[in-house]
């Protein structure tokens, strides 16, 4: 077996034990926002979040710490942290449920059809670029959410809230049907 291979297996990473550090994160989170009703503890748990999360895939590249645990861990906390937040805003933003919903339910299919390909065809496959999009509109969608009554003082404008909501929910929409696609397709040429 090839050292490339060996490190695909490996569990014990710096970047899959800092991808358990953001699922640890993610009550703390929780509890900023609706425990403590603070918004900017939250958009700094968050950043901070996003900067780990940052931080994992460029360690995992450049030390050559590219595990399978890792392509899975990584998206799961990315993806918790963001039906966690969601699930926050609901409370203030009711149609925040569309995307929450849509998210949750993308994220079932993608992960149980996920599952089925590695179990078809023996590889974790990586994130692709819709994903990543969607990944982008959220954090952007919620930030600006929380940021907005930090710097002004106000509510966020009804308009622009359902705007950056709609945008969102479409980038959402748009990876679920190509990983679930994507997946599809693998699981059937691998039955050939």
């Known amino acids: 077996m090839n050292g490339k291979n060996d490190n695909t297996k490996r569990i014990f990473t710096i970047p899959n034990v800092i991808s358990m550090l953001r699922l640890l994160m993610i009550p ?4 900023a926002y609706v425990g403590l009703g603070n918004n900017l503890l939250t958009v700094i748990l968050i950043a901070v979040s996003g900067l780990s999360d940052v931080l994992d895939g460029f360690i995992a590249r450049r030390f050559n710490m590219v595990s399978d645990l890792g392509k899975a861990l990584d998206p799961f906390a990315d ?23 849509l998210l949750t339910v993308k994220e079932f299919i993608a992960g149980t059809t996920g599952i089925a390909v590695i179990k078809a065809t023996n590889k974790v496959r990586s994130a692709e670029w819709h994903g990543k999009l969607a990944t982008v509109t959220l954090y952007l969608m919620l930030i600006l959410h929380l940021v907005w009554p930090i710097v002004t003082g106000a509510d966020i404008p009804r308009t622009v809230s359902v705007i950056s909501v709609a945008v969102t929910t479409a980038a959402v929409l748009l990876s679920f049907l190509l990983y679930t696609a994507r997946n599809i397709r693998l699981i059937r040429s691998s039955e050939k």
């Not at 703390?28 to 509890?31: A, R, V």
């Not at 918790?80 to 929450?100: D, G, H, S």
């Open 28 to 31: 703390f989170i929780i509890w």
């Open 79 to 101: 993806k918790l942290t963001q039906i966690a937040m969601l699930f926050c805003l609901v409370f203030r933003y009711k149609y925040m449920l569309i995307p929450l919903i």
